[in-house]
């Protein structure tokens, strides 16, 4: 893909969002999905961490809050589930392949792999004036087809605070067409001028559930948000404060998508009550090394 113009880089700053054609090939798509049929092969998730993926305020206090299987994964591949794929012993009543919502997180294995859309994503953040980014966290979303569950309104940043805000960047890639019909991004765009409603919190060490909200989502008109739809290959660049959702899939066609967000490290503190923490293991591994 050619670098971001001038007028992509105001057009990402007034909107909150980029919508991008190119930023992988076919090939590397293809490639990316066989990678993910490997892991999804060699799954092997205990009945106690079968977890649920919700962005529901009061399902995510019982569902991941709970979960220790979700508090620890940010330095781990681990698997979340939609609603309505196990019986109520928790055994799975959809064929497994076609069970998950998410994989997270799966950075060493992609997004630095040696691939030629790294040294894209390079030139495209330093076109965006990033001086020190740092990867955080990444998510392969299966959207399925029928099941894909709907993604309500919110802003990545109720999740990935910092202070200052504004240093979180998410990079949503379609590894296959992104659609109206199959739960394309919808956003609200400049909303990231308006600051965040909620955060996610991580509670003392030995309370449960294991993370609270600070503050509730606003209600927003539907009448505010604007599709995203994107080109297999294609990506979106979404600001840590823009609000934006998705539909869920009723089309027979799924929506695999590769995620992850960036942070400019350089003059910003990383909130130690975020979910996510770095860990000796896996510290934020720097975007240009």
């Not at 294995?109 to 894209?120: A, E, I, R």
Request: charged share 25%; proline share 6%; glycine share 8%.
């Amino acid at each position: 893909m050619d670098v971001l113009t001038d007028q992509d880089v105001q057009k990402y700053r007034d909107e909150g969002y980029l919508v991008l054609d190119g930023l992988l090939s076919p090939e590397e798509c293809d490639a990316l999905r066989d990678r993910m049929s490997e892991i999804i092969e060699g799954m092997d998730v205990p009945e106690h961490c079968r977890t649920q993926f919700s962005t529901d305020h009061d399902e995510q206090l019982k569902k991941q809050g709970n979960a220790d299987y979700f508090i620890t994964s940010g330095d781990k591949i681990r698997f979340f589930f939609e609603k309505g794929v196990f019986d109520d012993k928790g055994e799975f009543i959809v064929p497994r392949e076609h069970s998950l919502n998410k994989i997270g997180h799966v950075c060493q294995h992609f997004t630095l792999s040696k691939c030629v859309f790294v040294s894209n994503l390079q030139n495209l953040v330093k076109k965006l004036g990033l001086i020190a980014p740092v990867i955080l966290q990444s998510m392969y979303i299966f959207k399925q087809p029928g099941i894909g569950g709907e993604v309500t309104p919110h802003q990545d940043a109720t999740f990935l605070y910092t202070q200052p805000l504004g240093r979180v960047m998410g990079v949503w890639i379609a590894l296959e067409d992104a659609t109206l019909e199959n739960g394309c991004l919808w956003f609200i765009p400049g909303s990231h001028h308006d600051g965040i409603s909620r955060r996610m919190v991580r509670t003392p060490k030995g309370s449960f559930p294991l993370t609270d909200f600070i503050g509730r989502e606003k209600n927003y008109d539907d009448k505010l948000f604007v599709p995203g739809p994107v080109k297999k290959g294609g990506a979106v660049l979404i600001h840590g404060e823009v609000v934006h959702r998705s539909a869920a899939n009723t089309s027979d066609a799924s929506r695999h998508v590769y995620t992850f967000h960036i942070m400019e490290s350089q003059s910003t503190v990383w909130s130690p009550e975020n979910w996510l923490q770095p860990s000796e293991e896996l510290p934020f591994p720097s975007l240009y090394t």
